[in-house]
């Protein structure tokens, strides 16, 4: 951490150099670019993102080779049997079945002889139970072939049709139809699936904002480059900057995390299941919606945020740490909202930029909404942020000038508006 803000020094020297402050009380692109290019490089460290992607892919090949090893399709297994039944017909060819006369004794030697292991009949129950010398994971699917067959057998002892034994084996689904045309119904779920993805994402990124922004604004308070840094820029182009590159390596987490979870996916699906990888739960019409909430809710927390940690002297003891977690709480408010998301509250809810860009997508994915709604909800968002962004400045710089003595809620509040 230190070795950081060793750096800060040689980044005002630069902008001087430049030019670029010729006039302290005005921002410019290039500062405010300089400032985000800093704090985006500050965490972000190619070198442990291509190690963390070669660990994920050594734990892969790891993970692959345990599963193929424990899926030996081509392997035979012999099993002793104290009945003789058309049920083995019926099972994988994989197993293999050999009647003897004493069950016991096969069990009693199952670690010397050829057996991989005993199906021993109890005829007063009509029970079967498996028994192996180890553990492995055929076992599993010869337990599930044997209940499929037994079950099979009881309907073929019924003398059911093959319709009624599809009936019995069908689950019963509700479907429940909206009669209101502006609420979806359950055949869109694709859309509220990529709504809470979107969340989730989000939720992660937040996550790393918060940290970030934590352990940078109070460190650098705690060591005293204050005087450097209102003497080259205003706090405004710091906080800009900051919030910039808290912006870009949020969106940068979030992709890297898709990137991760698609990966898994295609790892899970094609290679070991080999299965067809779908993503039909996807909805691509609406994704460009959702990207661009998350986006300004990311803006908008990132802004409160910083605004908060300016006022933090000692982050060890500080009450105001937990005021941090606030914007948290919209996305655990737009998992509560999806059976009424037409309700007063989940409107409000969806216009106030707070709670917008977790309310608004979740509302889009189970409601037809006209283009307007979140078209505004969305400026009210953008307004929103451009306006905390000069508060938290102002936090920013009244904290800088307090080293020593933490800001109160209420002396915060009085500088929002000075």
Not at 73 to 81: D, E, F, R
Not at 165 to 187: G, P, R, W
Not at 250 to 274: D, E, H, N, R, Y
Not at 320 to 327: T, Y
């Amino acid at each position: 951490m230190l070795f950081i803000f060793r750096l800060l020094p040689s980044i005002i020297r630069t902008l001087t150099r430049r030019k670029m402050m010729t006039n302290k009380n005005v921002s410019t692109p290039q500062q405010i670019w300089t400032v985000a290019k800093w704090e985006f490089l500050h965490f972000f460290k190619l070198k442990q993102e291509i190690i963390s992607k070669l660990i994920m892919l050594l734990i892969a090949v790891i993970i692959y080779f345990f599963a193929a090893n424990g899926t030996d399709l081509n392997k035979q297994y012999s099993l002793a049997t104290n009945t003789k039944q058309q049920l083995f017909d019926q099972l994988d060819p994989r197993f293999k079945f050999k009647y003897v006369e004493d069950i016991n004794l096969v069990v009693k030697d199952l670690d010397q002889n050829e057996f991989d292991g005993a199906l021993k009949y109890d005829a007063a129950d009509n029970t079967f139970t498996l028994i192996t010398f180890e553990k492995e994971a055929w076992q599993t699917s010869l337990t599930s072939n044997i209940n499929a067959a037994l079950q099979q057998q009881r309907f073929n002892a019924l003398n059911l049709t093959q319709q009624q034994q599809d009936s019995l084996a069908e689950n019963i689904n509700i479907e429940h139809t909206v009669l209101n045309e502006l609420l979806k119904n359950q055949a869109d779920k694709g859309q509220t699936y990529t709504a809470f993805g979107v969340l989730i994402l989000l939720f992660v990124a937040m996550f790393g904002v918060f940290g970030q922004l934590f352990v940078s604004i109070t460190g650098e308070k705690q060591n005293r480059v204050t005087e450097q840094l209102m003497a080259t820029m205003t706090p405004q182009t710091w906080i800009d900057g900051k919030l910039t590159g808290q912006i870009l390596l949020a969106v940068k987490t979030m992709l890297g995390t898709l990137i991760s979870i698609v990966l898994s996916m295609l790892f899970f699906t094609v290679i070991i299941k080999q299965q067809p990888l779908s993503l039909s739960f996807v909805n691509w019409s609406m994704l460009p919606w959702f990207v661009a909430f998350a986006v300004f809710g990311l803006a908008i927390c990132a802004a409160f945020m910083a605004a908060i940690a300016a006022g933090i002297d000692d982050p060890n003891h500080s009450s105001k740490s937990a005021l941090m977690m606030l914007p948290i709480a919209p996305i655990a408010i737009a998992f509560f909202i999806m059976d009424e998301p037409n309700g007063l509250i989940s409107i409000v809810l969806s216009y106030l930029p707070f709670t917008a860009f977790a309310v608004m997508p979740v509302r889009m994915s189970l409601v037809d909404l006209p283009f307007w709604q979140p078209l505004l909800s969305l400026l009210l968002s953008a307004g929103c942020f451009y306006y905390l962004r000069i508060f938290a400045a102002r936090i920013f710089k009244m904290g800088m000038n307090m080293y020593g003595k933490e800001p109160s809620l209420k002396a915060m509040w009085r500088a929002i508006f000075k």
